[in-house]
Protein backbone atom coordinates (compact mmCIF):
# COMPACT_ATOMS: atom_id res chain seq x y z
CA UNK A 1 0.00 0.00 0.00
CA UNK A 2 1.31 3.30 -0.63
CA UNK A 3 1.67 5.85 2.05
CA UNK A 4 -0.94 8.75 3.00
CA UNK A 5 0.19 11.96 1.38
CA UNK A 6 0.41 13.98 4.12
CA UNK A 7 0.87 18.08 2.48
CA UNK A 8 -0.66 18.93 -0.52
CA UNK A 9 1.75 19.09 -3.46
CA UNK A 10 2.99 22.66 -4.01
CA UNK A 11 2.77 24.15 -7.53
CA UNK A 12 6.00 25.58 -8.65
CA UNK A 13 4.51 29.00 -9.39
CA UNK A 14 7.17 31.83 -10.89
CA UNK A 15 7.65 34.39 -7.99
CA UNK A 16 7.85 38.32 -9.31
CA UNK A 17 9.49 40.26 -7.23
CA UNK A 18 9.61 43.38 -9.54
CA UNK A 19 10.22 44.21 -12.91
CA UNK A 20 13.48 43.16 -14.44
CA UNK A 21 14.24 45.41 -17.53
CA UNK A 22 15.84 44.00 -21.19
CA UNK A 23 19.46 45.34 -21.93
CA UNK A 24 17.82 46.90 -24.72
CA UNK A 25 15.43 48.41 -22.75
CA UNK A 26 17.94 49.64 -20.23
CA UNK A 27 20.09 51.55 -23.26
CA UNK A 28 16.92 53.28 -24.29
CA UNK A 29 15.69 54.52 -20.81
CA UNK A 30 19.70 55.93 -20.66
CA UNK A 31 19.17 57.49 -24.05
CA UNK A 32 15.95 59.08 -22.98
CA UNK A 33 17.49 60.64 -19.97
CA UNK A 34 20.55 61.94 -21.82
CA UNK A 35 18.23 63.34 -24.20
CA UNK A 36 16.05 64.89 -21.80
CA UNK A 37 19.14 66.39 -19.78
CA UNK A 38 20.74 67.81 -23.20
CA UNK A 39 17.66 69.12 -24.57
CA UNK A 40 16.94 71.40 -20.91
CA UNK A 41 20.78 72.24 -21.13
CA UNK A 42 20.21 74.00 -24.13
CA UNK A 43 17.13 75.59 -23.26
CA UNK A 44 19.32 76.81 -20.32
CA UNK A 45 21.97 78.33 -22.25
CA UNK A 46 19.60 79.71 -24.78
CA UNK A 47 17.62 81.40 -21.94
CA UNK A 48 20.59 82.52 -19.79
CA UNK A 49 23.17 83.50 -23.01
CA UNK A 50 21.53 84.47 -26.17
CA UNK A 51 18.04 85.51 -25.14
CA UNK A 52 19.20 88.98 -23.69
CA UNK A 53 21.58 89.40 -26.28
CA UNK A 54 18.22 88.76 -28.64
CA UNK A 55 16.37 90.73 -26.46
CA UNK A 56 19.27 93.79 -26.60
CA UNK A 57 19.58 93.59 -30.48
CA UNK A 58 15.81 94.28 -30.60
CA UNK A 59 15.44 97.19 -28.69
CA UNK A 60 18.32 98.62 -31.07
CA UNK A 61 16.36 97.88 -33.90
CA UNK A 62 13.47 99.44 -32.49
CA UNK A 63 15.31 102.54 -31.92
CA UNK A 64 16.63 103.00 -35.63
CA UNK A 65 19.67 100.86 -35.26
CA UNK A 66 23.09 101.49 -34.34
CA UNK A 67 24.72 105.45 -35.44
CA UNK A 68 27.43 105.68 -37.77
CA UNK A 69 30.62 106.16 -35.72
CA UNK A 70 31.25 109.49 -37.37
CA UNK A 71 27.82 110.72 -36.20
CA UNK A 72 29.03 111.11 -32.25
CA UNK A 73 27.22 114.16 -30.09
CA UNK A 74 29.94 116.76 -30.24
CA UNK A 75 28.39 118.97 -27.94
CA UNK A 76 29.22 116.36 -24.99
CA UNK A 77 32.22 117.89 -23.34
CA UNK A 78 34.79 116.78 -20.82
CA UNK A 79 34.13 117.12 -17.02
CA UNK A 80 37.13 116.44 -15.60
CA UNK A 81 39.62 119.45 -15.06
CA UNK A 82 42.35 120.64 -17.04
CA UNK A 83 45.41 118.59 -15.75
CA UNK A 84 47.45 121.76 -15.27
CA UNK A 85 44.62 123.07 -12.56
CA UNK A 86 44.64 119.76 -10.85
CA UNK A 87 48.04 119.15 -9.25
CA UNK A 88 46.96 115.54 -7.58
CA UNK A 89 47.78 112.66 -9.23
CA UNK A 90 45.14 110.59 -10.29
CA UNK A 91 44.20 106.93 -12.09
CA UNK A 92 41.22 106.44 -13.94
CA UNK A 93 39.56 102.85 -15.76
CA UNK A 94 36.51 103.99 -18.06
CA UNK A 95 33.82 101.80 -20.26
CA UNK A 96 31.48 102.49 -23.07
CA UNK A 97 29.78 100.79 -25.61
CA UNK A 98 31.27 100.07 -28.70
CA UNK A 99 30.27 101.45 -31.97
CA UNK A 100 27.73 99.49 -34.47
CA UNK A 101 26.43 96.45 -33.92
CA UNK A 102 29.24 95.55 -31.41
CA UNK A 103 27.54 97.44 -28.81
CA UNK A 104 24.79 95.32 -28.15
CA UNK A 105 26.99 92.73 -26.32
CA UNK A 106 29.97 94.93 -25.82
CA UNK A 107 31.91 97.98 -24.11
CA UNK A 108 35.31 99.75 -24.72
CA UNK A 109 37.44 100.31 -22.12
CA UNK A 110 40.28 102.83 -21.45
CA UNK A 111 42.75 104.00 -18.87
CA UNK A 112 43.68 107.68 -17.99
CA UNK A 113 46.99 108.47 -16.12
CA UNK A 114 48.28 112.07 -14.46
CA UNK A 115 51.21 111.99 -11.98
CA UNK A 116 51.61 114.42 -9.40
CA UNK A 117 51.91 118.15 -11.08
CA UNK A 118 52.10 116.57 -14.52
CA UNK A 119 50.47 119.17 -16.89
CA UNK A 120 48.87 116.89 -19.50
CA UNK A 121 46.50 113.89 -19.18
CA UNK A 122 47.21 110.53 -20.67
CA UNK A 123 45.01 108.54 -21.87
CA UNK A 124 45.65 104.86 -23.06
CA UNK A 125 43.30 102.63 -25.73
CA UNK A 126 44.10 99.90 -27.64
CA UNK A 127 42.51 99.73 -31.15
CA UNK A 128 41.97 97.44 -33.84
CA UNK A 129 44.53 99.51 -36.74
CA UNK A 130 47.51 101.55 -36.98
CA UNK A 131 49.09 101.62 -33.59
CA UNK A 132 47.03 99.14 -31.40
CA UNK A 133 48.49 101.25 -28.10
CA UNK A 134 47.11 104.75 -28.82
CA UNK A 135 47.85 107.78 -26.76
CA UNK A 136 45.12 110.41 -26.85
CA UNK A 137 43.20 109.46 -28.66
CA UNK A 138 39.68 111.13 -27.21
CA UNK A 139 39.15 113.62 -24.20
CA UNK A 140 40.25 111.65 -21.15
CA UNK A 141 36.79 111.12 -20.39
CA UNK A 142 34.67 111.00 -23.43
CA UNK A 143 34.16 107.78 -26.03
CA UNK A 144 32.21 108.56 -28.81
CA UNK A 145 29.62 112.12 -27.49
CA UNK A 146 29.01 109.84 -24.24
CA UNK A 147 31.33 109.93 -20.87
CA UNK A 148 32.54 106.42 -19.95
CA UNK A 149 31.42 104.56 -16.72
CA UNK A 150 34.09 105.01 -14.52
CA UNK A 151 35.72 101.32 -13.25
CA UNK A 152 38.27 102.85 -10.74
CA UNK A 153 38.89 106.28 -9.43
CA UNK A 154 41.99 106.48 -7.43
CA UNK A 155 44.08 110.43 -6.86
CA UNK A 156 46.49 111.73 -4.25
CA UNK A 157 49.45 109.80 -3.06
CA UNK A 158 47.53 106.28 -3.74
CA UNK A 159 47.51 106.90 -7.35
CA UNK A 160 51.34 108.50 -7.26
CA UNK A 161 52.36 105.17 -5.10
CA UNK A 162 50.69 103.11 -8.18
CA UNK A 163 51.44 104.58 -11.13
CA UNK A 164 54.73 103.45 -11.91
CA UNK A 165 53.45 99.94 -11.91
CA UNK A 166 50.77 100.89 -14.26
CA UNK A 167 52.64 102.66 -16.59
CA UNK A 168 55.62 99.60 -16.60
CA UNK A 169 52.27 97.64 -17.56
CA UNK A 170 51.30 99.69 -20.32
CA UNK A 171 54.83 99.31 -21.30
CA UNK A 172 55.36 96.00 -21.41
CA UNK A 173 51.69 95.13 -23.20
CA UNK A 174 52.62 92.25 -25.27
CA UNK A 175 50.11 92.77 -28.00
CA UNK A 176 51.26 96.27 -28.62
CA UNK A 177 51.59 95.55 -32.56
CA UNK A 178 49.92 96.24 -35.80
CA UNK A 179 48.05 92.68 -36.44
CA UNK A 180 47.87 91.64 -32.74
CA UNK A 181 44.25 92.89 -32.16
CA UNK A 182 41.32 90.28 -32.79
CA UNK A 183 37.53 91.45 -31.29
CA UNK A 184 37.11 88.03 -30.58
CA UNK A 185 37.91 86.53 -28.06
CA UNK A 186 41.09 89.00 -27.63
CA UNK A 187 43.07 90.52 -27.11
CA UNK A 188 41.46 93.64 -28.06
CA UNK A 189 41.10 97.10 -25.85
CA UNK A 190 39.75 95.23 -23.09
CA UNK A 191 42.39 92.63 -22.76
CA UNK A 192 44.90 95.48 -22.45
CA UNK A 193 43.16 97.11 -19.48
CA UNK A 194 42.63 93.75 -17.98
CA UNK A 195 46.34 93.54 -18.00
CA UNK A 196 47.31 96.77 -16.12
CA UNK A 197 44.64 95.89 -13.38
CA UNK A 198 46.16 92.62 -12.94
CA UNK A 199 49.06 94.39 -12.69
CA UNK A 200 47.57 95.93 -9.40
CA UNK A 201 45.58 93.95 -7.73
CA UNK A 202 45.31 95.64 -4.98
CA UNK A 203 42.90 98.11 -6.74
CA UNK A 204 40.45 95.04 -6.17
CA UNK A 205 38.55 95.77 -9.42
CA UNK A 206 37.10 94.33 -12.53
CA UNK A 207 36.17 95.21 -15.68
CA UNK A 208 32.57 94.90 -16.58
CA UNK A 209 30.82 91.67 -17.53
CA UNK A 210 30.38 92.70 -21.18
CA UNK A 211 33.96 94.03 -21.58
CA UNK A 212 34.49 91.08 -23.89
CA UNK A 213 38.28 89.83 -24.26
CA UNK A 214 39.11 91.26 -20.44
CA UNK A 215 39.42 86.89 -19.82
CA UNK A 216 41.31 86.46 -22.77
CA UNK A 217 44.77 84.62 -21.71
CA UNK A 218 47.27 82.78 -24.35
CA UNK A 219 46.85 79.72 -22.34
CA UNK A 220 44.99 77.81 -19.95
CA UNK A 221 44.76 79.26 -16.73
CA UNK A 222 43.47 78.42 -12.93
CA UNK A 223 44.75 80.65 -10.22
CA UNK A 224 43.74 84.33 -8.49
CA UNK A 225 41.45 86.26 -10.45
CA UNK A 226 42.58 90.07 -11.61
CA UNK A 227 41.32 91.28 -7.88
CA UNK A 228 42.95 88.56 -6.54
CA UNK A 229 40.12 88.70 -4.06
CA UNK A 230 38.68 84.88 -5.41
CA UNK A 231 40.01 82.10 -8.00
CA UNK A 232 39.11 81.63 -11.87
CA UNK A 233 39.31 78.50 -14.04
CA UNK A 234 40.13 80.10 -17.66
CA UNK A 235 40.01 78.42 -21.20
CA UNK A 236 41.73 80.82 -23.43
CA UNK A 237 39.14 83.76 -22.25
CA UNK A 238 36.21 81.24 -24.06
CA UNK A 239 35.32 78.94 -21.18
CA UNK A 240 36.15 80.83 -17.83
CA UNK A 241 34.60 80.58 -14.17
CA UNK A 242 35.20 82.96 -11.50
CA UNK A 243 34.23 83.29 -8.12
CA UNK A 244 35.35 86.00 -6.09
CA UNK A 245 34.70 88.73 -3.48
CA UNK A 246 35.32 91.63 -6.25
CA UNK A 247 34.34 89.34 -9.21
CA UNK A 248 31.30 87.66 -7.90
CA UNK A 249 30.26 84.38 -9.10
CA UNK A 250 30.70 84.48 -13.22
CA UNK A 251 30.06 82.20 -16.00
CA UNK A 252 32.08 82.99 -19.56
CA UNK A 253 30.69 81.33 -22.35
CA UNK A 254 31.97 81.98 -25.19
CA UNK A 255 32.64 85.46 -24.35
CA UNK A 256 29.56 86.17 -23.00
CA UNK A 257 29.28 86.39 -18.92
CA UNK A 258 26.19 85.45 -16.89
CA UNK A 259 26.38 85.71 -12.88
CA UNK A 260 25.78 87.51 -9.67
CA UNK A 261 27.57 90.38 -8.12
CA UNK A 262 27.81 89.22 -4.39
CA UNK A 263 29.09 92.56 -3.10
CA UNK A 264 26.86 95.13 -4.88
CA UNK A 265 23.66 92.92 -4.83
CA UNK A 266 22.85 92.15 -9.04
CA UNK A 267 22.63 90.33 -11.83
CA UNK A 268 25.04 89.78 -14.58
CA UNK A 269 23.60 89.49 -17.87
CA UNK A 270 25.15 88.97 -21.17
CA UNK A 271 24.49 92.38 -23.08
CA UNK A 272 23.64 94.58 -20.75
CA UNK A 273 25.64 94.19 -18.11
CA UNK A 274 25.68 94.54 -14.35
CA UNK A 275 21.54 94.57 -14.09
CA UNK A 276 20.82 95.63 -9.97
CA UNK A 277 22.62 97.20 -7.27
CA UNK A 278 25.01 100.18 -9.11
CA UNK A 279 28.70 98.87 -9.80
CA UNK A 280 31.29 100.03 -7.02
CA UNK A 281 33.87 102.34 -8.23
CA UNK A 282 37.08 100.74 -7.12
CA UNK A 283 39.46 103.71 -5.20
CA UNK A 284 42.04 101.68 -3.56
CA UNK A 285 41.88 102.35 0.23
CA UNK A 286 44.99 103.33 1.75
CA UNK A 287 45.79 100.09 3.67
CA UNK A 288 45.63 98.42 0.24
CA UNK A 289 48.39 100.44 -1.51
CA UNK A 290 52.00 100.17 -0.61
Not at 51 to 64: D, I, N, Q
Not at 79 to 103: E, F, N
Amino acid sequence: MSQPRLLPRLRREPIYIGTIMSPSANVSAVKSVRKSIRKHLMLAFLATFLLPVLLGAGALAYRGGPTHWSEWDRTVTSRLPQASDYPQARILVMSGRTRGWKGVVAVHSWIVVKGENERNWRRYDVAGWGSPVRLNWWPPDLWFGERGQVIVDISGPRAQALIPRVDAAIKSYKYSHDGDYRIWPGPNSNTFVATVLRAVPEVEATLPANAIGRDFRPWPYFGWTDSGTGVEANLWGVLCVKLGWVEGLEVNVLGLVAGLDLRNPALKVPGFGHVGWPQETATAAPRLVK
